[in-house]
């Protein structure tokens, strides 16, 4: 059979577009981005019309996922794990009031943090909501997860969170597909309103309902091909290993396990085969990618009755992904190392591109800070965040989507001036335009550059909601006409910036800054595809 | 058979292309393959690595353990270095000359050279320099490609055949460039072992 070479995003991609998915909501974020740009540019789902279109933010992508499904269509919401955070409360939610059309959440967590902020566990939200979750361990269970998921959301009534990693959705290996399905057709839940229509009273039955499925869910974990118990005649050591923890396992045993050892790749725990092992081994070693979730199960709060090791007893390191090798130091395997790194080898970190507007922008915004002792700079998520490290070193704070014109406004209502937000346009409409409505409704003295490079780069050049619109969605929301100043980051037009941030920060109030010229690298991307 | 490659260089390079053609080729001889790249934000100007892994039989780990790479590809000096401690005792270092300077405190490169004349196997080769002799300067990666063709344990005419499915869509003009390149660094990287 004919395998193809998919990154863990593809798999998962091209299983639901197999399944007869419909839409796909999602917001880009590392290491989730793939899954929808795979099927944006997908044959199938371009000739199907399934909808691919990048969703402001991760709540109207979870919130419009579930209106597709409950209009009866298969659909697929990705994010990366904090993500999840922003789309927290639909999720929640969506698990008390249950699905339609089969829906699988996706949350692509980031364990060493590659490319984010936290490496917050989401497996904490599939035991949060209460819903099933799958965790692969490679790409084709990756495929086939979501292939038959869709399937069993349906049976069950509740969405799946499919829980990923880095190491996953970034790596590539080869997968046989399945027959391709048709859509389904549009349809409505026959007790759609006492489901939907989350009332106290009506939300209350459906708690006792969701709570009653959980025995469900854990006999279709039981039963599921996804977990598997290997027997191995050494019963003095017990493992359990999940999602791709296994493969790190496995490598360390490439003639067959010394131990028994129950891989989990769905939840909620299997638990009679845990039974099983605990029963069966003296202690249990728990590898799990990454919080000690399934070892401060097992443990219990006093740790008395089940001998556990993991991250928790510091067998494993608490923090950061796991590799073959802290796998293989927990097994008290040796590691053969022969060279180590000289010591003339230099960090090399990542760097605004040459010829990036964002490197304009803080050059002038550094220039007039001098004049300025108390000035603080709150920042956000995305490539000016870079703007943190040499040369430039411009920004006080970075701390969540969305989170710097909220904390400049926070800062001066505590006194703080000159206080600057520094935000990106699609940051900016994901989550920056309500915190601007605040501002404006308290007439906050605050400095805010919504530094437009009309795309968001940091994940390499998806469409930003409001480009184009910037200045109309600042006057929307209330800024005054006169302090919407457009201006273009180039080294010629410094003294024109500098001028206008300085009026800008003295004026008291509102002001909003929008340097725009477009990312250096979809200017390329264009300039390539426009010579062929 | 069973081969596991580090891949390195810096955000833009093209290493990503390197295990593009690789991995359609060992696909092709019905290989077992893995391979873990690194995206998002590394890929602006900084380091960046993938791991490569081919085999006949299935392969467990996405990531090679330490000690246990068969072959560093580098197309920056610095960054094979910064990967060694993955490099088996006899495992080969194949990489470029020249350095990609975009820190201010890059190291002098009599320092980088010295370190790397302390390795018992590597190939070090100017694939700028050879790129541009054979008139393919935006092939790079792919000379690169060719020099570690040798120790792939894949057949020369396999790889040529992996850089016609993966840059076809581009064109045959792009095609017949990159396995120009490919020759070209074969042939120096023959000379130099």
Not at chain 1, 336 to 348: A, G, H, L
Not at chain 1, 359 to 368: E, G, I, S, T
């Amino acid at each position: 059979m004919e395998k193809h070479l998919f990154l863990g995003d593809e798999a998962i991609a091209q299983a639901a577009i197999d399944a007869g998915l419909s839409g796909v909501y999602a917001y880009p974020g590392t290491p989730s981005t793939e899954i929808t740009e795979y099927i944006q540019s997908s044959p199938i789902a371009q000739e199907r019309g399934i909808h691919s279109k990048w969703s402001t933010n991760e709540k109207t992508a979870m919130e419009t996922a579930l209106g597709m499904s409950y209009a009866g269509k298969r659909t697929l919401c990705c994010m990366k794990h904090v993500g999840l955070n922003v789309a927290a409360d639909c999720f929640m939610n969506a698990a008390m009031s249950g699905i339609h059309g089969g829906m699988i959440i996706v949350t692509a967590d980031d364990p060493s943090m590659h490319s984010s902020q936290n490496e917050q566990d989401n497996r904490v939200y599939g035991n949060f909501a209460m819903i099933p979750m799958f965790e692969p361990s490679n790409q084709q269970e990756a495929y086939d997860m979501v292939y038959d998921g869709f399937e069993l959301s349906e049976k069950l009534g509740y969405p799946i969170l499919l829980r990923i990693t880095t190491r996953m959705a970034h790596s590539r290996s080869g997968v046989i597909r399945r027959p391709v399905k048709e859509e389904k057709a549009m349809s409505f839940p026959e007790d759609g309103r006492q489901r939907f229509v989350l009332l106290p009273a009506l939300a209350r039955q459906r708690y006792k309902i969701l709570l009653e499925a959980q025995t469900i869910f854990t006999e279709k974990s039981e039963n599921s091909g996804y977990n598997k118990y290997f027997d191995a005649p050494d019963k003095e050591l017990g493992i359990i290993a999940t999602g791709i923890a296994f493969n790190y396992l496995s490598e360390n045993y490439p003639e067959g396990f010394e131990y028994p050892v129950l891989k989990i790749s769905q939840y909620p725990l299997p638990k009679k085969q845990i039974e099983k092992l605990v029963d069966e081994c003296k202690e249990i070693l728990v590898l799990e990618e990454g919080f000690p979730i399934v070892e401060e199960q097992l443990r219990g709060l006093l740790g008395r009755e089940i001998k556990v090791h993991g991250r928790l007893d510091g067998t494993l390191q608490r923090d950061g992904e796991l590799t073959p090798d802290t796998v293989g130091k927990a097994l008290g395997k040796e590691i053969s190392d022969y060279y180590t790194i000289p010591e003339v080898v230099e960090q090399r970190p990542p760097a605004l591109c040459n010829g990036c507007g964002h490197r304009d922008v803080y050059d002038a915004l550094n220039d007039v800070l001098k004049e300025y002792k108390d000035a603080k700079v709150f920042s956000d998520i995305g490539c000016y965040t870079l703007g943190a490290l040499p040369p430039f070193r411009a920004i006080d704070t970075c701390i969540d989507m969305g989170a710097s014109i909220t904390m400049a406004k926070g800062a001066a209502d505590a006194g703080l001036f000159p206080s600057v937000s520094v935000i990106g346009d699609s940051t900016f409409t994901h989550s920056g335009m309500t915190g601007l409505l605040d501002c404006v409704n308290e007439e906050t003295n605050i400095t805010i550059i919504i530094s437009d490079n009309e795309t968001t780069a940091m994940t390499g050049g998806q469409d930003s909601a409001g480009t184009g619109r910037l200045e109309a969605i600042c006057e929307g929301i209330g800024v005054v006409p006169e302090h919407i100043r457009v201006m273009v980051p180039l080294k010629k037009n410094y003294e024109e910036m500098k001028q206008i941030i300085r009026e800008e920060i003295e004026y008291k109030g509102v002001s909003v800054l929008i340097p725009r010229r477009e990312c250096i690298q979809t200017l390329t991307k264009k300039k390539k595809a426009s010579k062929k | 058979m069973k081969i596991d490659i580090i891949l390195s260089g810096v955000g833009g390079q093209g290493i990503l292309s390197i295990a593009a053609v690789i991995g359609e080729a060992a696909l092709k001889e019905g290989l077992y393959m893995k391979q873990a790249e690194v995206h998002g934000m590394s890929q602006r100007g900084g380091d960046v690595q993938s791991n490569l892994r081919l085999s006949n039989q299935p392969i467990s780990s996405d990531l090679i353990p330490r000690g246990q790479a068969d072959l560093i590809i580098s197309l920056e000096p610095m960054e094979g270095l910064r990967y060694l401690p993955y490099l088996k005792k006899d495992g080969w270092l194949v990489t470029n000359s020249q350095p990609f300077v975009n820190i201010p405190n890059y190291p002098e490169i009599d320092k980088i050279n010295a370190e790397l004349d302390k390795l018992p196997k590597k190939v070090v080769l100017d694939v700028e320099a050879i790129a541009k002799e054979v008139g393919s300067v935006r092939s790079t990666n792919i000379v690169m490609l060719g020099a570690a063709t040798p120790f792939l344990g894949i057949e020369y005419s396999k790889i040529e055949d992996g850089i016609r499915h993966i840059f076809g869509r581009k064109g045959e003009e792009v095609v017949n460039m990159n396995l120009k390149a490919l020759k070209a660094g074969f042939d120096v990287a023959q000379r130099l072992q």
